[in-house]
């Protein structure tokens, strides 16, 4: 059986947004699909160094966290992802 090529680019263990907006240590992230629960570790930038803790769910599709990390280099259209186990 092939594997369906939609299926191919869809994250099975991952949820991934994208930054909206980073103001100093205060970032929102838009997500497509399922947001994360409040004190998630989401994890962002070059080798996902920058940790945000979800801190307040905005509305349907935004979260706003806390980065727990300097933010240098990150900005909008960033992508971000849900730690898993964490």
């Known amino acids: 059986m092939k594997p369906n ?7 099975l263990l991952s949820n991934s947004g994208v930054v909206v907006s980073v103001r100093g240590s205060v970032v929102d992230v838009r ?42 280099g990150l900005a909008r259209g960033v992508a971000v992802e849900e730690s898993a186990g964490a």
């Open 5 to 11: 090529r939609e299926m191919e680019r869809i994250p």
């Open 31 to 72: 997500f497509g699909g399922q947001l994360p629960p409040i004190y998630t570790v989401l994890r962002a930038g070059t080798d996902r160094q920058i940790v945000i803790e979800v801190l307040a769910l905005l509305d349907a599709r935004q979260v706003r966290g806390s980065a727990l990390s300097p933010t240098r």
